[in-house]
């Protein structure tokens, strides 16, 4: 099993900045991609940000220049660093992870973190 910890949310003004973390642990043998969902109320869960193991990355339209994806490879972690945020950012943030759980099996596995709250409100 694999688990996914995500800590960094919290109330934040129009224009400041948060920075989540997300920390996978568990039956791990390699991490091919991780990435970062929101979900806002109402709406449907989307991909904000996502990152390689090799260190591509790719944002949605949205976030573009505000936000960086970015992953400590060897802590199994993954970043985003939100600047210049918006009422409209406000979301529960997801972590995901595509996971690799041993050298034998070639499947990778989707596994998603709890959920961090970002607010933004004045």
């Known amino acids: 099993q694999v688990q996914l910890v995500e800590s960094g949310g919290g109330l934040v003004q129009p224009g400041g900045s948060l920075r989540l973390s997300c920390a996978a642990s568990g039956s791990i043998f390699s991490i091919n991609v991780m990435a970062w969902y929101r979900q806002a109320p109402g709406k449907q869960r989307e991909l904000v940000a996502a990152?390689?193991?090799?260190?591509?990355?790719n944002y949605v339209d949205a976030v573009k220049g505000r936000f960086t994806i970015s992953s400590d490879n060897a802590k199994n972690t993954v970043y985003l660093q939100m600047n210049s945020l918006k009422p409209e950012d406000t979301a529960v943030y997801y972590c995901?992870?595509?996971?690799?759980?041993?050298?034998?099996?070639?499947?990778?596995?989707?596994?998603w973190g709890q959920g961090t709250q970002v607010t933004v409100s004045s």
């Open positions: 990152i390689t193991s090799g260190g591509s990355t």
């Open positions: 995901n992870a595509g996971v690799k759980v041993s050298p034998g099996n070639r499947n990778v596995y989707g596994f």
